[in-house]
């Protein structure tokens, strides 16, 4: 079940393209001080329809048609802000590079920023909200522990989900009977028509037959695994309710998503490789000069399948420990000068795309992992290894969304979050996945810090 239907994406679309227009004329208007006339506006429409296809792409690439939880959706008026400026700038490309249409836009593109900003903004913000059904469904949820908590706190306090909890069995705190008993009281409610329960928990065995026979009973009804229901809000896996038949159902993907993802890493690895190949000298004299020592750094990595493989990147540490943190847990090697602007720039990671070209590495996947720290995080994080069922990445779906991962050091609890990603593509791999998370990497790196 997705818990939010696919038709508001289409709205927000839609909308979006609307309000790109509704900005044009405004923009128009207060550039004349009058109302535009049609051929006017239809004279500037033109070249814009290109440029709205083009910023719905920008916007695709920020963020802005994922799905947003509360604490995400607090950074939309900064995102929106800072995305209608890069399509400005890339409209005054258009305009200069093409000046087929006759049009020398310079102050419009100025007033539209704020117009189209301000109109974005308001239309995202306080009318999309109107666009969705008031009445939410009532749902009982089955099952203990923090995820439960978390999973019942993001729905109910967000009016985005169709439904609400209006009833929790704490598995955990009541016998088989009592379970029974009060999930029936439940179940005899008419406005009760969703069921989301742990199916992991022993309990559930029992509860299974009554929740079956009530199915008939209802006008409207639906069962969800709250395993399934805490992905599809988060877009993480709850590692507590992670059981082996889970990971080993989503062992092979398609081979044709195999061929064509190996396809596009090769292509496009090769094409990036030796463009990159120019920036090497002066990478290479920065480092030189800087400290004087060697230009690259070879490290070892757990690969697919658990096999080491050897990874090459520009040196932006002091030196190569190999993972070998020590008693405490953390590196002794320091960032350098050069260094910490080839990591802000992500500069130091050219030189893994010939591992691209080579087959160990992906451009998308679970990030590879020293041996030291995989024997440490393996002995101590259930389903660890699971994440290397698939070929790492040089960027990944937890590259993207757990911004606390543990950097030169080892983190128990930090890496179990970064996990919950990890399986969760795992689960959820696919090519248009790729191309969503190797956009949103092109965001990251032009517009947001290196790690």
Same mark, same amino acid.
């Given at each position: 079940m997705s818990i939010v239907p696919k038709r508001e994406y289409l709205a927000l679309l839609l909308g979006d393209v609307f309000t790109f227009a509704i900005a044009l004329w405004i923009t128009l208007a207060l550039r004349t001080l009058s109302v535009p006339s049609w051929d006017f506006f239809a004279t500037h429409l033109r070249p814009f329809t290109i440029l709205f296809a083009l910023w719905v792409l920008i916007f695709f690439m920020a963020g802005l048609y994922a799905r947003y939880t509360r604490p995400r959706r607090a950074r939309l008026p900064q995102l929106i802000f800072y995305t209608q400026t890069v399509n400005v700038v890339l409209a005054a490309l258009f305009f200069f590079l093409i000046p087929y249409f006759g049009i020398a836009p310079k102050t419009i593109l100025a007033i539209y920023l704020i117009v189209s900003s301000l109109l974005i903004f308001l239309w995202r913000i306080f009318l999309f909200p109107f666009v969705r059904p008031k009445e939410r469904s009532k749902a009982v949820i089955i099952g203990s522990g923090d995820e439960i908590e978390e999973l019942k706190d993001e729905v109910n306090q967000d009016e985005r989900y169709p439904f609400m909890f209006e009833r929790v069995l704490d598995t955990d705190h009541a016998e088989k009977h009592e379970a029974i008993q009060q999930l029936s009281r439940f179940i005899e409610e008419d406005d009760l028509s969703i069921i989301v329960a742990d199916l992991s928990h022993p309990i559930m065995h029992s509860t299974l037959p009554f929740i079956y026979t009530a199915a008939f009973s209802k006008r409207r009804f639906a069962f969800i695994d709250i395993a399934d229901l805490y992905e599809d809000v988060f877009e993480r896996s709850a590692l507590p309710l992670l059981r082996y038949g889970s990971i080993l159902k989503n062992l092979m993907a398609p081979a044709s998503y195999d061929v064509l993802k190996r396809s596009v890493d090769a292509v496009l690895a090769c094409a990036i490789g030796v463009v990159s190949v120019v920036v090497y000298p002066f990478v290479a004299l920065a480092i030189k000069i800087d400290d004087g020592g060697s230009i690259f750094v070879v490290q070892e990595r757990i690969g697919q399948f658990q096999k080491p493989i050897r990874i090459v990147k520009f040196r932006s540490m002091s030196g190569n420990d190999g993972g070998n943190y020590g008693g405490n847990g953390k590196t002794q090697l320091k960032v350098t000068r050069v260094g910490r602007w080839l990591r802000l720039s992500r500069i130091d990671e050219l030189p893994q795309l010939w591992n691209v070209v080579r087959g160990d590495l992906s451009f998308v996947g679970p990030r590879p992992e020293l041996p030291a720290l995989v024997s440490h995080y393996s002995a101590r994080i259930p389903f660890y290894d699971a994440r290397h069922l698939v070929k790492?990445?040089?960027?990944?779906?937890?590259?993207? =969304? &757990?911004?606390?991962?543990?950097? &030169?050091?080892?983190?128990?609890?930090?890496?179990? =979050?970064?996990?919950? !990603?990890?399986? !969760? !593509?795992?689960? =959820?791999?696919?090519?248009?996945?790729?191309? !969503?998370?190797?956009?949103?990497t092109a965001r990251v790196v032009l517009f947001e810090r290196g790690s």
């Open positions: 790492p990445g040089l960027t990944g779906w937890a590259q993207l =969304n &757990h911004h606390a991962h543990p950097h &030169h050091g080892a983190d128990v609890e930090e890496t179990k =979050n970064k996990l919950s !990603y990890d399986l !969760y !593509y795992l689960k =959820n791999r696919s090519f248009l996945l790729d191309i !969503y998370i190797m956009f949103q």
